[in-house]
């Protein structure tokens, strides 16, 4: 290619990452702005330490967050020995899987909600309407995207052979899936984990409709009463989502770039 | 040859015999196994050899608890295995695919199955360094399997099997995945280091060449039954079927009358092995170095291609009635002839193997 064509190609690149970091910073900027908004045009940061101060707030994040790390150890539990056995003892159970995984994404919340609401009256009343019972059903919200993360972790590596040399060799199940398939699965475990958390931190229709009060429940009834404070809680939730998924790029980053150098390593040898 | 170990080798632990009994395996309306019979003497290395989907490999998992026989006994060391799960069944095993542990070193790959037996770390690192010795490959012990080429990884994947002391040693196609070169190293370093240690091996392939050079007894099988089993000399100039003497090595097909357990074939009369068709009208299968060829003037066969291989050359002559025929030669002959050149055809008088025309 020419030094023009280069030249062009490089203008073209920073064009698109200008207008993609616009689009994506700009409403971020603008959050921070607001919610920085003092009298007479200073600047303040009242907004964000009213979020420490505020009790129902600092109750909601912390339950949140319970139900965020619930969901995500819960939904792994669930699919990842799962999603392995399709792989080794029963690959045609592998497209119904993934057809139940996929269908919380087809079904309206509204109608998830109309469906589990009897269940769902009954465990309030068993737990005293303690919120965490939302993991139950924010597992089931977070599948498709889970499915998806496992799925592709299992596909990268020949999941098989590993089990089965490891049996030769004198393992047990439980140490396959300990010993040999989770820690070669550990960046689809992480990215899987990173969007159930994501996920549950953004959810807002279905802990409304059941009536608890979750971060982004209590997030709407603040922006009712300070707005402010309401687009501090938003922004920080969102930095909080932000920075989780960083760390997982940044640790999956880091094993590609050693496997690249090694395997050129390994082809000079 | 058949391999007597009376002594340990490095593993420390002599070869056990190894039968398989009346193994049936169906796969739906497929039988993978069909009646398979074929017993290890101990410290011996068959080899089983067959094209694709003639269940030599269910026989090789079947072997090693990975897939469950319909009926039949597997039987090692005199001790009914049928119903142990592939954990408890002691036995080491190459796969075609590199195997190795991602996430784990070479070291950690070999040591893994003495840390499943409660082996003390110090131990098992001694062991894993003995085996990483006997592949070659000591200075590569910390290195991650994606550190390494594919040979060095089948290389960890012998000593991760025999770090163990298997009862028995199994190779389900490693060489299959391996460039040419790598391929016949390996190949030759697995028949030095099964003989040093004389654990009875397995070892499955589609390869021919691979069967017979490293073989004590090649089988070879088809549609779930093993056709032969003998020494790779035996196999190759006695087949026992048609089968056999057509997927060993390469053949041709003359078409000849038998009369008296002989058949005339280019103006000779030539034996025929026991099991061969007639009388009357069958086709002959002739191996090339069987076919002899002199230059002649006035001569009624002619030279179609020579093919230089090397060391050697394969000559295409056709006959007066028209067929064709692959001769081997050595170079300098081979060389000596073109296309159009007149040859008289004459072939080596040693038992051949004939099927119905």
Known sequence: MTTRGQRRLSVTRWAIVIVVGGYLLLPLIAMAEFSTRGDFGSRSLDSWIAITEDPNLVEAIITTLAIAALTAVGMLVLLVPTITWTYLRAPRLKRPVEFLCLLPIAIPAIVLVVGIVPIYSILTRATRGNPLVLVFIDIILVLPYAHRAIDAGLRSIDVATLAEAARSLGAGWPRVMFQIIAPNLRGAILAAAVISIALVLGEFTISSLLNYDTLQVVINLLGKRDAFVAVAVSLAALIFAFVLIFGIALVAGGGRRRTKETIEEAVVS | ?357
């Open chain 2, 1 to 357: 040859m058949t391999i007597s170990t009376t002594g340990a080798g490095p593993t420390g632990r002599a070869g056990v015999a190894v039968q398989l009994l009346d193994l049936h395996r169906s796969y739906g309306a497929v039988h993978a196994l069909d009646g398979l019979t074929l017993e290890l003497a101990p410290g011996e290395l068959v080899a089983l050899l067959g094209p694709s989907g003639c269940g030599k490999t269910t026989a090789l998992r079947a072997l090693a608890g990975l897939d469950d026989p319909d009926t039949g006994r597997i039987v090692v060391d005199g001790r009914d295995l049928t119903n142990v799960s592939a954990n408890h069944r002691d036995m080491g095993m190459v796969f075609q695919a590199y195997s190795l542990f991602p996430n784990m070193t070479a070291r950690d790959n070999v040591a893994y199955g003495l840390r499943l037996r409660g082996v003390d770390t110090q131990s098992r690192r001694r062991r894993a360094d003995e085996m990483l010795e006997l592949v070659g490959l000591s200075a590569q012990g910390g290195r991650y399997p994606y550190q390494l080429s594919g040979g060095q990884q089948q290389r960890i994947a012998l000593a991760r099997a025999l770090a163990i002391q298997p009862k028995v040693l199994l190779l389900d196609e490693p060489l299959s995945a391996l460039d040419a070169k790598v391929r016949r190293n390996l190949r030759e370093e697995i028949r030095r280091i099964q003989i040093a240690i004389g654990t009875t091996t397995l070892f499955v392939t589609h390869d021919q060449e691979e069967a017979l050079a490293l073989g004590d007894r090649v089988g070879v099988m088809a549609a779930g039954r093993l056709e032969q089993i003998a020494p790779p000399a035996e196999l190759y100039d006695r087949p026992a079927t048609a089968f056999v003497a057509e997927f060993v090595g390469l053949t041709n097909r003359l078409e000849g009358t038998v009369s008296d357990g002989t058949i005339e074939l280019v103006g000779q009369r030539i034996p025929l092995l026991a099991g061969s068709a007639g009388p009357g009208r069958v086709t002959a299968l002739v191996r090339p170095e069987s076919v002899r060829l002199a230059p002649e003037a006035g001569a009624t066969s002619h030279v179609i291609a020579v093919s230089f291989l090397g060391s050697l050359c394969r000559v295409q002559v056709a006959l007066p009635d028209g067929a064709l025929v692959v001769a081997q030669t050595s170079a300098a002959e081979g060389t000596a002839m073109s296309p159009g050149t007149a040859v008289r055809v004459t072939i080596d008088p040693s038992p051949i193997f004939a099927t119905p025309a």
